[in-house]
């Protein structure tokens, strides 16, 4: 039984994608076209009622938010390929921190840069100049705890690669496309962390096999 | 060895001290007063640097985020007190992406009611109207989807009390101070589940030992 995974073209399913791969896990992939709306088609929110991506089906097995999908495999497939929740009970804690952090620190002023820096043309809204520099704000001081956080720490969560690194990837990758990418690399260890991850050959061939849609 | 939680007056500790009487995991509190600004003295920065609570400390361990926080002790205690992750992993799964739900639809809406409707005369900002009316809006939206959802489950994540639901109990109940109680009473499935999740001995412990501080 082979994965499906709906929008892979976009970001937070590729966070799934990256685990996937991490996993080798196989997959298929069902194109969204969010530009067109396709998420908000009927047959679509059958699967996910909040008319956003990702979902998965797994055979009969069905789930959305790309959080809680690379949890599942992550526990699933827990000794095949990258190992991305720790050994212990302790450090899977400190990855769910991480997880968390990214989720509810990093990712809303990200997200609100990329909104409204690359696809509010696009999406047909203005784009909200206040927004973008109240979000840069927001994600250097986010960034600056990330820095005292990683000269400490090789990863996000200890010595290892987890899910808190990995669901960082797809996000931080367009601040390249929006000529924001100062905002990591005049951060030392940041830098040195997001060249790391950033290299990683899981994330090469997600990146190689569905470019994001801005870049088409 | 007592874990010792941070905050306890606020409605994010609140997850954290519902898993502790669930899982039947012995306690202390620490207070931090938020309205006075002490999340953000030095010495709270250090244990965590967001400046948000809570943040445990059980031993030499800290954790912050209050939903790593509530999977850390579900997982580490599973057959002890109530099981709040689902028998499988398939079940476990089902419970992230409702946790995930919370913390990503559900949350930012009701966040920013609370704030505006209960908080900001004490915090000192002026509550924004539109902010109070667009909030009220998507929650309602994704209390419908709520509604069908529990029309086919008698909880988020199916026929079991998870965490997914506890994770909802500590905001929704400030529905009730701010005269919105009505979002939950008209949506059939919704009131019963409420009426069922709030009704929980662990609820009642945790609001009678800690009151919220609007209500003080």
Redesign the interface.
Known sequence: MVVKVYGPAFACPKRVLICLVEKEIEFETVPVDIIKGEHKDPEYLKLQ??GVVPVIQDGD?T???S???I??YA??YKSQGTDLLGKT??E???V??W???E???YHPPIYNLVLHVLFSDKMGFPADAKVIEESEKNLGK?LD?YE??LSKSKYLAGDFFSLADLSHIPFTNYLGAMGKMYLIKEREHVSAWWDDISSRPSWKKVLELYPAPILE
Do not use: D
């Open positions: 009622p909040f097995y789930l959305y938010e959080r809680a999908i949890r599942y526990e699933k009970i302790e899977r804690g400190t769910e921190q997880l968390e952090v989720a509810q620190n986010v705890i005292e956080r």
